[in-house]
Each structure stands twice: as structure tokens, then as C-alpha cells.
């Protein structure tokens, strides 16, 4: 099992960043996914799911309306476009199952700064 999130990278705030998730290893059609990020000195949280084939999506509170979760099957990979971005979303940002599968990748970072 192996994730590469990419994408990531220095924006101002109100701005747009698209990362992706590269997955392979296991049956990435079969498995919910989501996106998670941990910011410096918290916790990882979860931050966006999308279903098997992509059919329902669920955010968490801080980010609705402004992220957008989204995966390609064919291509196993994973997108989440992030619109009008916050300081607060400052992270690194990784991608696993909703159930994580025991390996995560190296993440990608985030930076939201004027």
C-alpha cells in the first residue's frame, strides 16, 4: 500500500491550491476515502470523504463549502480543490482509507500566509 500526495505548496489567503492523492497497492474502487491534515501541534483530523464511486461526500465544518473532494477510479487517485483558503488551514495534508490502512504517506504541505 503506498499514497503520494502532491500538490501542496505556499498560497495567500483566499486562494486556491488542487492536491492529489496517488494510491496504489489495493483495490482503491473498493474503499472510502478521505483526506486528513494535522497542523503544527495538533492532532490529525479528517477534513473530506468521498464513497467508493465517488457518489456522496462529507466535510468537516471548517472546511464546507470551500473544499471539494473528488476521485478518478481509472486512475486511482484523489483530488481535493481548496477554494478561498484560510490561515487556519495551514497543514500538512494526507490522504488513506476512512479506515486508515496502516501506512500513510509523506504528506503534502499547505501554507496559507500573506
Known amino acids: 500500500v503506498q499514497f503520494v500526495e502532491s500538490g501542496g505548496g505556499l498560497v495567500q489567503p483566499g486562494g486556491s491550491l488542487r492536491l492529489s492523492c496517488a494510491a496504489s497497492?489495493?483495490?482503491?474502487?473498493?474503499?472510502?476515502m478521505t483526506w486528513y491534515r494535522q497542523a503544527p501541534g495538533k492532532e490529525r483530523e479528517s477534513v473530506a470523504t468521498?464513497?467508493?464511486?465517488?457518489?456522496?461526500?462529507n466535510y468537516a465544518d471548517s472546511v464546507k463549502g470551500r473544499f471539494t473532494i473528488s476521485r478518478d477510479n481509472a486512475k486511482n487517485t484523489m483530488y481535493l480543490q481548496m477554494n478561498s483558503l484560510k490561515p487556519e488551514d495551514t497543514a500538512v495534508y494526507y490522504c488513506?482509507?476512512?479506515?486508515?490502512?496502516?501506512?500513510w504517506g509523506r504528506g503534502t504541505q499547505v501554507a496559507v500566509s500573506s
Open positions: 488513506n482509507a476512512l479506515t486508515p490502512l496502516g501506512v
Open positions: 497497492g489495493f483495490t482503491f474502487s473498493s474503499y472510502v
Open positions: 468521498i464513497t467508493s464511486f465517488g457518489d456522496m461526500t
